[in-house]
């Protein structure tokens, strides 16, 4: 099946931008058990690229003694993609170890408004070695 007959006809569509993290604050631990500490931050972000936008992540995580993590997380994102204006929300879920990394970041089905109402997809981060962050998507809208 081709990918526009997935989409409802409309063609997938790729996007990236640069981020920064403006804001990083985490909670001290709301619950310790046997050396498993279990918290809450809140993230700010600035996109630019093919998203314009600033963005708010609500983060609750959990970090083994071992180094092993784990978080979820609602980001709600408000700016232009792609010429369109309007707000979406992207779940984040992953997890992290010393040698491997796991994360999924769909967009919510049905949170996008204005001109971006509709969209759909999924994102993905790219850490470089110098620190820089990029958000990469596929998207249809």
Not at 23 to 39: H, K, M, R
């Amino acid at each position: 099946m081709s990918a526009s007959a997935v989409s409802g006809g409309r063609a997938p569509l790729s996007g990236a931008s640069s981020f920064t993290l403006d804001v990083f604050t985490s909670d001290e631990p709301y619950c310790s058990i046997d050396g498993v500490d279990y918290a809450r931050s809140r993230i700010e972000k600035t996109f630019h690229g093919d998203l314009e936008a600033t963005s708010t992540v609500e983060m609750l995580s959990v970090r083994g003694p071992g180094g092993g993590a784990g978080y979820v997380a609602i980001e709600t994102v408000r700016g232009t993609l792609a010429g369109r204006t309007g707000t979406f929300s992207i779940l984040h879920a992953g997890t992290m170890t010393e040698d491997s990394t796991w994360a999924r970041w769909p967009i919510v089905e049905g949170s996008a408004t204005g001109e971006l109402e509709g969209l759909t997809g999924e994102a993905r981060i790219e850490i470089a070695p110098d620190g820089a962050h990029t958000l990469h998507f596929d998207y249809v809208l």
